[in-house]
């Protein structure tokens, strides 16, 4: 009931930016958290940053200082723009959030299909 796009993904060189973007669409009553989740090759998926409906933010200690998390409620859209990548950034990343659907109690749980980024040093 809850389909997460993103875009913005692809090649950059080490010490350049790039912005995700995250749109919800579907049917819903509300979005909670929203947040951004990455995995690199042969690596388990972990949490880079994550905002609250209310913009509490919460980032991973290998992101902070470099990534920033923001949403626009409006329109349902989550973004991470992300600046001085680096190699070990690379990895695919993937939207994820919590919401409340028709016909289900409580937040429902949802992930994007991801976004490939890839930094060469």
């Known amino acids: 009931q809850v389909q997460l796009v993103e875009s913005g993904g692809g090649l950059v060189q080490a010490g350049g930016s790039l912005r995700l973007s995250c749109a919800a669409s579907?049917?819903?009553?509300?979005?909670?958290?929203m947040g951004w989740y990455r995995q690199a090759p042969g690596k388990q998926r972990e949490l880079v940053a994550a905002?609250?409906?209310?913009?509490?933010?919460n980032y991973a200690d290998s992101v902070k200082g470099r990534f920033t998390i923001s949403r626009e409620n409006a329109k349902n859209t989550v973004y991470l723009q992300m600046k001085s990548l680096k190699p070990e950034d690379t990895a695919v990343y993937y939207c994820?959030?919590?919401?409340?659907?028709?016909?289900?109690?409580?937040?429902?749980?949802?992930w994007g299909q991801g976004t490939q980024v890839t930094v060469s040093s």
């Open positions: 994820n959030t919590d919401a409340v659907v028709p016909g289900r109690r409580g937040y429902t749980n949802y």
């Open positions: 905002i609250t409906s209310g913009n509490s933010t």
């Open positions: 579907g049917t819903f009553f509300s979005i909670n958290a």
